[in-house]
């Protein structure tokens, strides 16, 4: 029986993924690599410097720079992609997740948040959601990033629950993976090509209501 849910934030909650989207493809460029579709989707879910690596990797520049200098350059767009959510009002919820959010809480279940993002505090204090989630995973605790299952089963320890009583909600392909690794059952927000994976999927998060969830897995 499901009692909890541990939560992505970035493409879930909130749009973010469009100032990461920003500020990663302004540095890309400034370093000589040419951006594409394929580049912005995989550095979802993925980490601050798991995505400096893929986007050097890209542009097979990923022998040129030394640790202190990506360091620098992670640091560079950390910059301007905290400057770019300092605009972030309650208004940059995603549809229907505030109400989602009251419905769980109304209906006691355990929520917790697996955002692989450090500036997570940050942006869930901007939208004046921070009461909603009291469990927050630490990711400078990871010893690996998403797809790896590590935050996903911090997520649900946090709650004090199984894996088996708790659904991760991911946009990620790697966020899913990681879900489902995590023996948590997976429920994707985003299109069927990214998403296949996932036991549960909705176009958008106007879908996502528990009714909607509970038809899905029976
Ligand atoms: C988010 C984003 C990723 C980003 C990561 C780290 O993960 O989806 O694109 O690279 O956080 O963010 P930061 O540089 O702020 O620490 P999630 O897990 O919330 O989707
Ligand atoms: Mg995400």
């Known amino acids: 029986q499901i009692k909890g849910f541990v939560f992505d934030?970035?493409?879930?909650?909130?749009?973010?993924?469009?100032?990461?989207?920003?500020?990663?493809?302004?540095?890309?460029?400034?370093?000589?690599?040419?951006?594409?579709?394929?580049?912005?989707?995989?550095?979802?879910?993925?980490?601050?410097?798991?995505?400096?690596e893929l986007i050097l990797k890209t542009g097979g520049k990923e022998n040129d720079y030394s640790h202190d200098e990506k360091v620098a350059l992670a640091t560079e767009k950390n910059t301007n992609y905290v400057n770019e959510i300092k605009q972030m009002t309650p208004a940059n919820i995603l549809p229907g997740i505030?109400?989602?959010?009251?419905?769980?809480?109304?209906?006691?279940?355990?929520?917790?948040?697996?955002?692989?993002?450090?500036?997570?505090?940050?942006?869930?204090?901007?939208?004046?959601?921070?009461?909603?989630?009291?469990?927050?995973?630490?990711?400078?605790?990871?010893?690996?990033?998403?797809?790896d299952p590590e935050i996903y089963t911090k997520g649900a320890e946090l709650l004090n629950l199984a894996p088996e009583q708790c659904i991760g909600v991911e946009d990620a392909e790697?966020?899913?993976?990681?879900?489902?690794?995590?023996n948590e059952t997976s429920v994707g927000i985003g299109s069927a090509k990214t998403l296949s994976a996932a036991d549960v999927r909705f176009d958008d998060t106007s879908q996502m209501t528990l009714a909607n969830i509970e038809k899905a897995m029976a």
């Open 9 to 52: 934030l970035d493409g879930v909650i909130t749009d973010t993924s469009l100032y990461h989207t920003k500020a990663w493809r302004q540095l890309a460029e400034k370093l000589g690599v040419t951006w594409n579709k394929d580049l912005e989707e995989g550095l979802k879910g993925i980490s601050r410097m798991d995505s400096l």
């Open 98 to 147: 505030k109400d989602f959010l009251d419905d769980l809480r109304d209906k006691g279940y355990l929520i917790s948040l697996a955002s692989a993002s450090k500036n997570a505090p940050t942006v869930l204090k901007q939208l004046q959601l921070t009461d909603y989630f009291p469990k927050v995973v630490d990711p400078a605790s990871l010893s690996k990033g998403k797809p």
């Open 174 to 182: 790697a966020g899913i993976q990681a879900i489902n690794a995590a």
